[in-house]
């Protein structure tokens, strides 16, 4: 089965927002063993929005993440999680490839592109791919990696690493990548977002 990557979205407690080391150290104890499956975490908050949260979780595939959801360990940590949301989480799970030195970036764009009524995959695509090709080159970018979302094949998920916010409006403000987005703005809604995230290791909790 292909790679997985877990993104959730949410509004965030008070008390995560003012000290989220605490809470994520406490969710932390809860899985003192390795959790099998997943590889890597990125944590973060919106930029637009600092009092929503991304938590990034990339697994090896969608089913381990299902396993591990059936699992005590999993049950423990819920109570602990429950105290970071303000609001119910979003999941959504993508097939991404090389997205790891994206999350890494100084500032990583968060957007999807979902199909409008009547239009279709075969016309998306194409310009998905063209967007693609278009951005290496692009001042002050990381890189980008799209997918379709699982179990939701009218909606195409991108991540981008930029180095500010800025940068990313500077690059689509105008030229081709201004006219490859307009296009997309005809067979799709567009939503955006950015965020800063940091590789959850032990060295996030002292940050």
Known sequence: MPPATQIMHFKTSSSYLQDPSQLISELASKNSAKIEGLSKIFL?????????????????SKS??????????????????RQAFAS?????????????????????EFVTFTLNSGASMDTLQPLVKKLQAKLPGTPKFYGSSWAPVMDKPNVVHGVLGWESAKAHWDAVSSGPLKEIIDEVKKVADIWLVHAVLKQYNEDILKS
């Open 64 to 81: 381990a993440h299902e396993t591990y959801h059936e699992t005590d360990t999993f049950k423990a940590t819920q109570a602990v999680a």
């Open 44 to 60: 973060g908050f919106e930029t637009e929005d600092p009092t929503n949260a991304f938590w990034v979780f990339e697994w090896t």
């Open 88 to 108: 119910r989480p979003t999941h959504t799970f993508v097939g991404l490839s090389n997205a790891r030195g994206i999350f890494s970036a100084p500032v990583t």
